[in-house]
């Protein structure tokens, strides 16, 4: 045994001297797929400015009349405000698409059910996919 103990005696120092390992961090969420648009859809995609923080935001393609009133839903789509930019991917079919009629995305936040923020009528002439950058939404009367 005696000839063993400067051997443990070694071994524990050097045990002892290493490094403390680092500690485990918790793994990455891998980021969220942005799944590729189905070949016989179409969609809008943009980011809405800063909807407050637990806000409902509606947006919405529709056809409308002369009279500005909402004649055929062709996409919609609920989000929820997060007090920063907000990311949408709003798909529709283009052969649903009314030639010859006023097409339009509409928006709307509410917070605690009162409509609080919306987004001027943004005119869509083509049944065709587009990217429409960063949309600011205006006070609700």
């Not at 002369?66 to 405000?81: A, I, K, V, W, Y």
């Not at 009629?101 to 709307?108: G, H, I, K, P, Y």
């Amino acid at each position: 045994m005696r000839p063993l103990l400067p051997l443990l005696l070694a071994t524990l120092l050097a045990a002892c001297a290493s490094e403390e390992p680092a500690p485990e961090l918790p793994a990455a969420k891998p980021l969220p797929e942005v799944q590729a648009t189905p070949a016989h859809m179409r969609e809008l995609s943009g980011v809405l400015q800063t909807p407050p923080d637990g806000s409902v935001v509606e947006l919405a393609l529709m056809s409308v009349d002369e009279r500005d009133r909402p004649q055929r839903l062709l996409g919609s789509l609920e989000l929820n405000g997060n007090g920063g930019p907000l990311p949408f991917r709003l798909l529709f079919n283009p052969e649903y698409f009314p030639q010859g009629e006023r097409v339009e995305l509409r928006a709307r936040a509410s917070l605690s059910g009162r409509l609080i923020l919306k987004l001027e009528s943004l005119p869509v002439t083509q049944p065709e996919s587009r990217e429409l950058g960063p949309l600011r939404m205006v006070p609700a009367p």
